[in-house]
């Protein structure tokens, strides 16, 4: 039997939000696999995908810049909010996003790139800011996205200065209609955007792992609910409900397949399709990012340390 310890609880805690027994259980079941034992929680209902980074974060700052046709997104990690308070950090945030509009998007050409006013590339620069505030900092990540004849539209929630927040989503339309139009399409699609965290634009676009994953949870959720209720679904039902959760699915991870929530009733690809009407010519969402603080970086919390070594335990 596989050793459960309270570093793989906690873990598994933060990325599903379901209880300590319950993961303890999940583990000792998944023979101490993270991932199995996520997959073994919702199945059992116990846990939801949408969990899995609400509960990982880090401090720091999220920029977004656009220029003209193009716009990025860049992450600065630090240790402390307070830092993420200081004008002479948020100016370096700001301004690595200056820099990154001018690179082909990655954080390597970013971080190679040169920082203005200092004779030193951005990393190197940075290096000197830990020094001086005294405080661990990582450039952690940069997206560009650009298109020919239309818009690239940003947005930034929880902003703490313009430009500068907790997340940061970017839009880009391609039409040769009114681009005043489009710019306020590409603006509401952008808000949706850092609400609703798509992982895709369309749904050819899933990673074939994710998928594959979602099949095999689906068809173990369908096998136990017969077994639970005794009585055996014809082979044609049980593919229809095998499409169907699939289709929820797609529509809580593909951004075309969402659902507008500023109209809860269409979809994006119809929004985006009723709204080229208005902008005089066909309108075609071309892609996306966000950036949401501190995604996938798990937080020291020093305060529930023995409350999971508790659970470990068995006690």
């Not at 020094?131 to 929880?158: C, D, P, Q, T, W």
């Not at 082979?235 to 499409?243: D, F, P, R, S, W």
Request: a neutral charge.
């Amino acid at each position: 039997m596989a050793e459960i310890t309270a570093s793989a609880v906690k873990e598994l805690r933060e990325k599903t939000g379901a209880g300590m027994m319950d993961c303890k259980k999940a583990l000792l079941e998944a023979a101490g696999d993270i991932e199995a034992a996520v997959d073994w929680l919702r199945k059992k209902g116990l846990a939801s995908a949408a969990k899995k980074a609400g509960r990982i974060a880090s401090q720091g700052l999220v920029a977004m810049k656009v220029e003209g046709n193009k716009g990025v997104v860049v992450e600065i990690n630090s240790e402390t909010d307070f830092v993420a308070r200081n004008e002479i950090f948020q100016q370096f945030v700001a301004t690595a996003a200056d820099v990154a509009l001018t690179t082909d998007g990655s954080v390597e050409a970013l971080k190679a790139a040169e920082f203005p006013g200092s004779g030193k590339n951005v990393q190197d620069a940075l290096t000197d800011l830990i020094a001086k505030i005294g405080e661990n900092m990582n450039l952690r990540r940069s997206a560009k996205i650009e298109v020919g004849n239309g818009v690239v539209v940003g947005y930034v929630h929880s902003s703490v200065v313009p430009g500068l927040g907790r997340i940061g989503s970017l839009v880009a339309l391609e039409s040769s209609g009114d681009k005043t139009k489009l710019a306020a399409l590409a603006k509401s699609l952008a808000m949706h955007v850092a609400a609703a965290a798509p992982v895709c634009l369309n749904v050819e676009d899933v990673p074939a792992e994710m998928e594959e994953r979602e099949k095999n949870v689906v068809e173990d959720q369908i096998r136990e609910e017969q077994a639970a209720t005794g009585k055996k679904k014809p082979e044609a039902v049980i593919e229809q409900m095998k499409l169907g959760r699939i289709r929820k699915f797609h529509e809580l991870v593909v951004l075309n397949e969402q659902f507008f929530i500023m109209d809860e009733k269409k979809k994006i690809k119809e929004v985006v399709a009723e709204a080229a009407k208005d902008i005089g010519a066909p309108v075609v969402l071309k892609s996306f990012v966000r950036f949401a603080l501190g995604e996938g970086i798990e937080k020291k919390q020093e305060d529930f340390k023995a409350e999971v070594e508790a659970a470990a335990a068995g006690k």
